[in-house]
């Protein structure tokens, strides 16, 4: 006949009435040691049960603590990297504007510049013709007054050789002044 085993691994061999009784006798006997030692052991740990209990719920309070800082890391690297996006973006925004008043204020320096060397050169040029029209003006002013000079000293010269003095109506040769020559009518009677 087959043995039977046990679920503790026991053989029970089979005899013609079931099984054997030595076999089971035994084994109930190996049973009722293991279950008073257990229960010694039960006894003897009852008292360290409730630091059981503390060492559970530290490790709870652990592993709940251990979330917490997992879940703010996580949160506070998110909240670090969505900052530094927007930094990055701000001053790519800031960098943007700054380039484009520069642009702007280096064409609006051009136009400027431009416009100034525009004026400087028509007034450069007004003032060239102004000097160019004074110059002339001088120049003939010159021409004229030697054209001037060249006619009193010619009349001067004709003057002295033919001097005519008429004396005015109603006046004498005594109202003349004591500086004043004495005319000469004989060059002017000649003349």
């Not at 002044?177 to 003349?191: I, K, M, S, T, V």
């Amino acid at each position: 006949m087959p043995e039977m085993t046990t679920s503790g691994g026991h053989p029970f061999g089979r005899s013609l009435f079931g099984y054997r009784r030595s076999t089971v006798d035994a084994y109930l006997a190996d049973v009722e040691v293991a279950r008073r030692g257990l229960e010694a052991e039960v006894r003897r740990l009852q008292p360290a049960e409730p630091l059981t209990r503390v060492g559970e719920d530290i490790a709870t309070l652990l592993t709940s603590f251990a979330e917490t800082v997992s879940a703010l890391r996580d949160r506070v690297n998110s909240d670090a990297e969505r900052v530094r996006l927007d930094a990055e973006a701000y001053a790519a925004g800031r960098r943007a504007e700054a380039d484009r008043l520069l642009e702007e204020a280096r064409r609006s320096a051009s136009v400027a510049a431009g416009e100034l060397l525009s004026e400087a050169r028509a007034e450069v040029a007004l003032l060239a013709e102004h000097q160019l029209t004074i110059t002339e003006a001088l120049d003939r002013a010159a021409e004229g007054i030697s054209a001037s000079r060249r006619a009193l000293s010619h009349l001067a010269t004709e003057a002295q050789s033919s001097v005519v003095v008429v004396p005015e109506a109603g006046t004498t040769s005594t109202d003349r002044p004591a500086d004043q020559p004495l005319p000469n009518w004989r060059n002017a009677a000649a003349g």
